[in-house]
């Protein structure tokens, strides 16, 4: 349970993920990624994911790849935001939430989301 999120569409363990990442699943399960929430929103219209690591050093060696050595203001301990996307990271947790090709939400719309799942996290999202 994710307290003050929307029932998640995915809840998919390590050998799954492949239903939700293209060729990055060998990848993810290296770092230690062992589960993956997926998640749908339409304001502003984007898709989330929690990607679950074993350790905090997993979690963190996929932001970087994916999100750069560049971090900014966010949620969680540390964060890339940019206009398309919101990596952050709370713990041996990672969160990417991307914008829909073409959407223009209010501005912060899209770290407002992310904040929302920070928020769960530190609830007691389940992990």
Sequence with gaps: MWPGLPQHRADL?????EERVDGAAD???AD???RLIHWRFE??????????????????AVLER????ERTPGPGEEAQVSPQSVYFRR??????VFL???ASPPPDALV?????????????GAP
């Design 13 to 17: 363990p390590a050998d799954r993920l």
């Design 27 to 29: 990848a993810l399960r």
């Design 32 to 34: 230690g990624c062992r």
């Design 43 to 60: 304001a502003p219209p984007a898709d989330a994911e929690a990607l679950v690591f074993r350790s905090v050093e997993g979690a963190r």
């Design 66 to 69: 994916e999100a750069g050595p």
């Design 91 to 96: 713990g041996a947790v990672l969160v990417r």
């Design 100 to 102: 829909d090709p073409g």
């Design 112 to 124: 407002a989301r992310a904040r929302e799942i920070d928020r769960a996290l530190q609830e007691g």
